[in-house]
């Protein structure tokens, strides 16, 4: 390959775009060639002037825009519905409001259509004046004289404040880190947590949010966390495993990175058997580096 | 255990429910991704008001839609398709209209559109401060300067770390296309930026 071949690939290089024999041909060239070495110096420069310039969107508009939201599928839910579904839909808002202001007179009333349309998902009916506490129909049961059976669900929601040696808000970010269907607000727990890594109660959170968190972005949060003490029994074993499961390469490569800062012979076998079983190039080429800088081969044999 | 393939039923399961009309599983739905989307469309479009446009619409199209999705590609790319499409569009009204304002509109008021931009650390230092905010505007001239397409790609790799198998199937192109464009974007980063580094 001549140097304007290399040069049109050094972008893909960087990126680990290319395939593994494709990279090697360009590591070839580089080691030959002080231009095309420069080169790619300069596109590296111009990564780091761009890693600075991501833009967050701040956390109000993300509210907004869930409202928002909200509010407009509701307005575009009665425009394809039957009245059927319309009862049945939960964005189509106007069968709830009707239960604000007549409350058991209209559920009397809807006690004749009764159980063929109690939903399986609960659906709000109402919130008191208060905003604290927010009631979900789960079962009805109309009987022949036109009275109804219903079961409500009621959430209470309360403000809490305080700081992580607080033990209620402790209790509830640790479980807010397992259990919360947000995956943002996982990751905002995750974020308060990792500020604690030494403490066992959050270290053990953390390691399970790795390890086991649906969301890429929030394992790698957890990661973090858990980076001052890679060199640690139960960390290592838990990056391990996440090495040969994980489906992201990302995490992968931060597990790689992470595990190859000590040097330890039972790595060695985990590597291998990395290589043989990935799929990602990238991957792949940083387990065999990291091989190499181990002295060990790259093939089981 | 396997990780990808649980997430990849929860997701399915939550999109069968909600094509049924249930309204916590879209809510799961919109929730696993709101954050991403919103994030890219700021990214691309510089400006809360128009990453906000995108969101709505975007989300909409899904809700309205969701009961023709018959999971023959995965939701992700699905939903990345539908707001790579509106973000396209938006770069390419504003590549016809050409008219940037100096400032954005935000919650807060007005904010200049490169404030923020290549700053880190710059401040107490006069002439530091100077140079990073030039070269912010450098940063800005080239993004402007790419074709939509070469922008989206650029910001699906860079920013967002998408593969480029990935990035070509959300644009409905080859790997081999991406690969060009992310080439080209990054082409002209260089020479935009040479005398910066």
Redesign the interface.
């Known amino acids: 390959m001549n140097c304007a071949e290399i040069k049109r690939d050094l972008s893909l290089f960087l990126y680990g775009e290319l395939s593994l024999e494709e990279e090697q041909l360009v590591q070839d060239h580089l080691e030959a060639c002080p231009g095309c070495r420069a080169e790619l110096e300069a596109l590296k420069r111009v990564h780091r002037t761009l890693a600075g310039r991501e833009l967050e969107p701040p956390a109000g508009l993300l509210v907004r825009c869930r409202q928002d939201l909200e509010r407009r599928v509701e307005l575009a839910a009665p425009a394809r519905m039957g009245w059927r579904e319309r009862l049945r839909h939960p964005f189509a808002g106007g069968w709830q409001w009707a239960f604000r202001p007549v409350g058991a007179v209209a559920l009397v009333a809807l006690g004749f259509f009764g159980a063929r349309w109690s939903a399986p998902s609960p659906v709000p009916i109402a919130q008191n004046g208060g905003g604290d506490v927010i009631s979900r129909v789960r079962y009805l049961q109309p009987d022949p004289s036109g009275r109804v059976q219903i079961v409500v669900e009621e959430t209470r929601q309360r403000m809490l404040a305080g700081n992580m040696e607080d033990e209620p808000i402790r209790r509830l970010l640790l479980a807010a880190a397992r259990d919360a269907a947000d995956p943002g607000l996982r990751g905002d727990t995750v974020d308060i947590l990792r500020t604690r890594p030494a403490s066992a109660d959050v270290r053990r959170a953390l390691l399970a949010t790795f390890e086991h968190d649906p969301n890429a972005g929030v394992r790698l949060k957890a990661l973090e966390g858990l980076k001052a003490f890679a060199a640690e029994p139960e960390v290592r074993s838990t990056l391990v495993r996440v090495l040969l499961v994980d489906d992201n390469p990302g995490v992968r490569i931060q597990a790689i990175d992470l595990l190859t800062q000590k040097r330890e012979d039972a790595l060695v076998g985990v590597l291998q058997e990395l290589v043989q079983r990935e799929s990602n190039n990238y991957v792949r080429l940083r387990c065999q580096r990291a091989l190499q800088e181990m002295n060990a081969s790259v093939g089981t044999f | 255990?396997?990780?990808?393939s649980?997430?990849a039923v929860?997701e399915a399961v939550w999109i069968r429910?909600a094509q049924g009309?249930?309204?916590?599983?879209?809510e799961?739905l919109?929730?696993?991704y709101?954050?991403?989307v919103?994030?890219m469309a700021?990214?691309l479009l510089?400006s809360?008001e128009d990453?906000?446009d995108v969101?709505?619409e975007a989300?909409?199209r899904v809700?309205?839609n969701l009961h023709a999705f018959r999971f023959d590609c995965n939701f992700h790319t699905w939903l990345y398709r539908i707001v790579t499409n509106l973000c396209v569009d938006q770069l390419r009204k504003r590549r016809i209209r050409r008219e940037e304002p100096p400032v954005i509109e935000?919650?807060e008021g007005p904010r200049d559109r490169l404030e923020?931009?290549?700053?880190?650390r710059a401040q107490g230092d006069p002439q530091r401060a100077l140079m990073s905010r030039q070269?912010?505007q450098r940063?800005e001239q080239v993004l402007e300067g790419l074709t939509p397409r070469e922008r989206m790609v650029f910001e699906l790799?860079?920013?967002q770390?998408m593969?480029?198998r990935a990035i070509g199937e959300v644009l409905g192109a080859s790997e081999e296309a991406a690969?060009t464009c992310?080439?080209r974007a990054?082409?002209k980063?260089?020479a935009a930026?040479?005398d910066?580094?």
Do not use: C, P, W
């Not at chain 2, 009309?21 to 879209?26: C, K, L, P, R």
């Not at chain 2, 923020?116 to 880190?120: M, P």
């Open positions: 255990m396997d990780l990808s649980t997430a929860d429910a009309g249930d309204q916590a599983a879209f799961k919109v929730r696993a709101d954050r991403s919103l994030r700021m990214n510089r809360e990453a906000y969101y709505q989300f909409l809700y309205r935000t919650a923020g931009v290549a700053e880190g070269l912010g940063i790799r860079h920013y770390g593969r480029l690969k992310l080439f990054t082409q980063m260089r930026l040479g910066f580094l």
